[in-house]
């Protein structure tokens, strides 16, 4: 396990992605666990953050994934290093869990672990996860599963969607997402790929225009529920990324209750083609 001291730049594993290089022989993660040593959130970036989300005034505890980006810093290093097999760019995010353990005030130093694992084949290439954990005093406070898919030559089958009944939601809202939303996002979170930034760039990666970020999409979901009271304090919430928004937009969201917990869409109102679905099941103390 290696501890840094301070987030690693993200400047430098941008610049990392884009340029080419020779990959190590064979399809292997590395093993490398990245440790950062604990820190205090700024108080007007999770300010910022919780209202690009959606958050109408700053929440008490920090928004449920805003962890996720202050461990983003290292997964890119990781992602980035000379170790890892496959290249970033043209990366899917096919979905995303987090374990909601308890609340976590703005005020408590965390320690952030992040790792990769679980290689495996997948329809369009192959699968993996990135590990991160959020401790408070050495106790996991937080834990985040994002699976991504390197594409290449694949194998197997695609899992079957799941299915959930929306006919009588509980909530339903409709969203607009403007390119203004993302680039501010993009800033917040510091996941600047060029396929968020604007329309010639996405177009280079097979976008007709550029594309909300997927963690974005879910955050705004939490909001959503959040502000609906439909968030225990402890909770899983897993989100399946299945069709880009693309800028700009007017997304319809839909929660309802379920009998595996509360579930939630994103769709396109025109023809209600899903941008993700998700369910949020209460974490057990």
């Given at each position: 396990?290696?501890?840094?001291?301070?987030?690693?730049?993200?400047?430098?594993?941008?610049?990392?992605?884009?340029?080419?290089?020779?990959?190590?022989?064979?399809?292997?993660?590395?093993?490398?666990?990245?440790?950062?040593?604990?820190?205090?959130?700024?108080?007007?970036?999770?300010?910022?953050?919780?209202?690009?989300?959606?958050?109408?005034?700053?929440?008490?505890?920090?928004?449920?994934?805003?962890?996720?980006?202050?461990?983003?810093?290292?997964?890119?290093?990781?992602?980035?290093?000379?170790?890892?097999?496959?290249?970033?760019?043209?990366?899917?995010?096919?979905?995303?869990?987090?374990?909601?353990?308890?609340?976590?005030?703005?005020?408590?130093?965390?320690?952030?672990?992040?790792?990769?694992?679980?290689?495996?084949?997948?329809?369009?290439?192959?699968?993996?996860?990135?590990?991160?954990?959020?401790?408070?005093?050495?106790?996991?406070?937080?834990?985040?599963?994002?699976?991504?898919?390197?594409?290449?030559?694949?194998?197997?089958?695609?899992?079957?969607?799941?299915?959930?009944?929306?006919?009588?939601?509980?909530?339903?809202?409709?969203?607009?997402?403007?390119?203004?939303?993302?680039?501010?996002?993009?800033?917040?979170?510091?996941?600047?790929?060029?396929?968020h930034l604007h329309p010639l760039t996405a177009r280079l990666f097979g976008f007709p225009r550029s594309i909300a970020h997927g963690m974005w999409t879910k955050a705004r979901s939490l909001a959503s529920l959040s502000s609906a009271a439909l968030l225990p304090d402890a909770y899983t919430a897993t989100t399946d990324f299945r069709a880009p928004v693309l800028l700009p937009a007017t997304p319809e969201f839909r929660a309802a209750s379920t009998s595996e917990g509360t579930a939630f869409a994103l769709?396109?109102?025109?023809?209600?083609?899903?941008?993700?679905?998700?369910?949020?099941?209460?974490?057990?103390?």
């Amino acid at each position: 396990m290696q501890t840094l001291p301070k987030p690693p730049g993200l400047a430098g594993s941008y610049v990392k992605a884009v340029l080419p290089r020779r990959r190590p022989p064979g399809a292997t993660l590395p093993t490398e666990v990245l440790r950062l040593a604990p820190t205090l959130p700024s108080e007007d970036h999770v300010r910022r953050y919780a209202k690009v989300c959606g958050y109408s005034e700053a929440p008490a505890h920090l928004p449920p994934l805003y962890p996720h980006i202050a461990a983003f810093p290292l997964a890119m290093r990781l992602m980035t290093s000379p170790a890892f097999p496959y290249p970033v760019l043209g990366m899917v995010h096919l979905s995303n869990r987090i374990d909601h353990i308890r609340p976590i005030t703005a005020t408590e130093p965390l320690t952030y672990e992040v790792w990769t694992e679980n290689l495996r084949p997948h329809p369009k290439g192959k699968a993996f996860d990135v590990r991160s954990r959020a401790l408070s005093n050495d106790t996991p406070v937080w834990d985040e599963t994002s699976t991504y898919l390197a594409r290449g030559k694949g194998e197997g089958t695609t899992p079957p969607w799941p299915t959930r009944d929306f006919t009588t939601p509980s909530l339903t809202e409709t969203w607009q997402v403007t390119q203004s939303t993302i680039r501010t996002y993009a800033a917040t979170s510091g996941d600047r790929n060029p396929i968020h930034l604007h329309p010639l760039t996405a177009r280079l990666f097979g976008f007709p225009r550029s594309i909300a970020h997927g963690m974005w999409t879910k955050a705004r979901s939490l909001a959503s529920l959040s502000s609906a009271a439909l968030l225990p304090d402890a909770y899983t919430a897993t989100t399946d990324f299945r069709a880009p928004v693309l800028l700009p937009a007017t997304p319809e969201f839909r929660a309802a209750s379920t009998s595996e917990g509360t579930a939630f869409a994103l769709r396109r109102p025109n023809d209600e083609k899903e941008h993700l679905r998700g369910l949020i099941t209460p974490l057990e103390p």
